[in-house]
């Protein structure tokens, strides 16, 4: 009777081990695991008292992002159970094979921190702007338990915050180009950005290597300054202007000095800002170490005086940089121009300005080192055939000569010959005179009344005897920086 009931114990217990191990093995198989799951956390959700904090994406003036809510937004993004939240975003990353995983609007996502369990919703809320116009107010929504806050909510941030700087530092900031959206009051992000990936570099660009390496120490040693401004009392910031004829580089080399910095680049459309007060709201919601750049504001200028309610004056103070400096770190301000001769004089004066760097039309060296990198020749045996040319004063900007490179990559001597060529069609048309008549640097933009320092290609520009003396004294009046081979007859500091 006892070995009986022993036999028939010993089958439920492996009935029930049996029945156990099928319904695992169901619900697991089914993905039913996860309903459970949900339920239990549900039932225990609704055993407790929740408290919630929110993180929105500006600070509570509007005026500027909240660092923290970007800090957030990376974390949750790098969490594994973003795979298990519905919903989640998939985009291509830098790299080919590089998939990206980012949380959608509205979507939960669920972490935990010293065994306490904690929710995050990424809440967006449309707003209504007009007819066909919306706007997007992003907040962060923390739920925590009541009993867990006191215990872990000071470190759980601070863990948030520590991960976030340590993964920045692992990515190096991935640089990203700002672009000002149209003004609307009801807005509050006036910027939309996108990776910055323009290949242009140092490196890449057919210029004076004494000239680049001038403005590297000037950037490197702006950066260095921080004290030092501070005890004169100045802003922290260094401003240039880029200027030179159509494709000479400008563009180019305002992505090269981002890249060389590591930094943002906030690119300004005056076109879309509505008054020196939006300008000034641009500057406020610029981040820190970020190049702010304008583009051909000549032509802004001269078109009209007022470029739709930014007057003059508005768009002087936005150089003084006075907003930019709350936070006290550094800016560099970039404008390009193509020509400073209907520019106001105290636009460009030193403080506003700081450095002006003239970007000249190709010359042989320009010309030598473009070959180079385009078609991969050192020298040919046309290179003495150019030279004659360019010495007759015949031109092109480098983007032309790029071009034509490109175009008859296959074959240098093709390539040589049709640079030939044009640079003798612009010769017979006359073109250079019309070049150097507009934009060439005169005596006067360069060491009169523009001030600031003055750098161009030593190469550039045939300047006049008496100008060079002129320039001589007035270095000795003010003492030169000299760069690594000792030229320093292109630089004028006032
Ligand atoms: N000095 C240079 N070295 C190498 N490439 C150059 C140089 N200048 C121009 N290029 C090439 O020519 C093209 C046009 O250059 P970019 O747009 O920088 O000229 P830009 O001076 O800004 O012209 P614009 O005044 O019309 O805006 C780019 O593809 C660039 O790579
Ligand atoms: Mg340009």
Not at 170 to 188: A, F, G, P, S
Not at 293 to 310: H, Y
Not at 421 to 444: I, K, V, Y
């Amino acid at each position: 009777m006892f070995a009986i009931s022993l036999v028939v114990l010993f089958f439920v217990i492996s009935g029930i081990c049996l029945f156990l191990l099928i319904l695992r093995l169901f619900l697991y198989r089914t993905a039913l695991i996860h309903v459970v799951n949900k339920w239990v956390h549900w039932i225990e959700d609704g055993m407790h008292v929740h408290q919630i904090f929110k993180v929105p994406e500006f600070n509570h003036d509007n005026f500027q992002e909240n660092q923290f809510y970007g800090q957030v937004f990376t974390y949750l993004n790098s969490l594994a159970s973003i795979e298990n939240s519905d919903f989640t975003n998939l985009f291509s990353g830098k790299k080919s094979n590089d998939i990206i995983l980012y949380l959608d609007h509205n979507q939960t996502i669920h972490d935990t921190f010293l065994g306490a369990r904690v929710s995050w919703k990424n809440e967006v809320n449309d707003q209504k702007l007009g007819e066909d116009q919306s706007c997007c107010r992003r907040t962060l929504l923390l739920k925590i338990k009541k009993k867990d806050k006191r215990r872990i909510l000071r470190p759980y941030l601070q863990h948030i915050h520590n991960a976030v700087s340590e993964d920045l530092q692992q990515r190096k900031r991935e640089v990203k180009l700002y672009m000002n959206t149209q003004y609307d009051h009801r807005i509050n992000g006036r910027w939309n950005s996108i990776p910055f990936t323009h290949p242009s570099t140092f490196d890449t660009m057919a210029m004076d290597s004494d000239l680049k390496y001038r403005i590297k120490s000037d950037l490197e040693s702006f950066l260095k300054s921080k004290q030092y401004y501070h005890r004169l009392g100045r802003i922290w910031k260094r401003s240039y202007l880029l200027y030179g004829p159509s494709g000479t580089g400008k563009s180019s080399f305002v992505a090269a000095m981002a890249k060389l910095l590591n930094y943002d680049v906030y690119e300004i459309d005056l076109s879309r800002v509505a008054d020196d007060s939006d300008l000034k709201m641009l500057l406020l919601q610029t981040s820190n170490k970020s190049v702010i750049v304008i583009e051909d504001l000549d032509r802004f200028m001269n078109d009209n005086k007022s470029v739709r309610g930014v007057s003059f004056s508005g768009v002087s103070t936005f150089m003084d940089g006075i907003l930019s400096s709350c936070r006290g770190d550094e800016k560099i301000m970039i404008f390009t121009m193509n020509s400073k001769d209907k520019i106001d004089s105290s636009l460009l004066r030193p403080g506003r300005i700081d450095v002006h760097i003239y970007f000249p039309m190709c010359n042989f060296n320009s010309f030598k080192s473009l070959a180079n990198s385009y078609l991969g020749i050192r020298d040919h045996k046309l290179f003495p055939r150019v030279e004659e040319i360019f010495q007759t004063g015949a031109t092109m900007s480098p983007a032309e000569v790029g071009e034509i490179m490109i175009v008859n990559r296959s074959s240098p001597s093709r390539a040589l010959k049709s640079v030939i060529t044009a640079l003798q069609t612009n010769a017979a048309t006359g073109w250079r005179l019309s070049e150097s008549a507009s934009s060439r640097p005169s005596a006067e933009e360069s060491g009169g009344e523009s001030g600031g320092v003055f750098w161009k290609d030593k190469d550039s520009v045939p300047v006049a005897k008496e100008v060079r003396k002129l320039y001589g004294l007035l270095r000795l009046k003010s003492g030169k920086i000299s760069g690594p081979s000792g030229h320093d007859s292109e630089m004028i500091e006032r």
